[in-house]
């Protein structure tokens, strides 16, 4: 799509606070820099309604959404969703029957298109300062979003929608200048890594859309 199409794509980004973008800028968020790296590469494409809030889990976004209807039709949906339920300690099980709903709901919201929703992987706060100053177990956190990331997988791969594997970026073992200031959030140079593995597959998601 040319950058000089009157009509720009339209971006749906799903979330917590990995999506609003906890601690950073409004316009360092992973969605508003995909947003940018898009218009970089020619793609028309407005900047992202975001319906995401710190702490969030999937039951929450589900309702948020609810209270956020009619939310229309979109070309472009993201979803990164879970790190919360893991958090409260909820287990797997709960996670796959939510989040398969969101899904779907991703997937009608981009007019039934499964080609057009690009899901994220839940990445793991439990390398993070704030872990090791809460008493996190970093094996257990690291083995529990390791189970909600393969079942997210495994949905997306079924209903034919884009996977994005984040959770080795954040697992980087060096985390200097790659989180925010409260030790626990993704800086914007780590979303930028984020963006980074997304733009590819956000581009060729888009690459059928009409000049």
Do not use: K
Request: glycine fraction near 8%; charge should be negative; hydrophobic fraction near 50%.
């Amino acid at each position: 799509m040319a950058a000089t199409d009157a009509t720009p794509v339209s971006f749906l980004a799903l979330g917590d606070s990995y999506t609003i973008g906890e601690g950073v800028e409004p316009a360092d968020r992973w969605p508003m820099q995909l947003a940018a790296r898009l218009r970089e590469a020619g793609i028309a494409i407005a900047d992202p309604r975001i319906i995401a809030t710190t702490g969030w889990t999937t039951d929450e976004l589900a309702a948020a959404m609810d209270a956020a209807e009619p939310l229309g039709e979109w070309d472009l949906v993201s979803l990164l969703i879970g790190v919360n339920n893991q958090y409260r300690g909820r287990p797997v099980d709960e996670y796959v029957g939510q989040f398969q709903r969101l899904l779907r709901r991703s997937i009608a919201l981009a007019g039934g298109r499964a080609d057009r929703v690009l899901v994220l992987s839940i990445p793991d706060w439990g390398v993070t300062p704030f872990a090791q100053a809460s008493g996190g177990d970093r094996a257990a956190i690291a083995d529990d979003l390791d189970a909600y990331n393969a079942a997210a997988r495994e949905l997306c791969v079924a209903a034919g929608v884009a996977f994005v594997d984040i959770t080795g970026i954040s697992r980087a073992p060096d985390t200097a200048g790659l989180l925010a200031e409260d030790g626990l959030h993704p800086s914007a140079a780590q979303y930028a890594r984020w963006t980074d593995a997304a733009l590819p597959v956000a581009r060729r998601l888009l690459a059928a859309c009409p000049a």
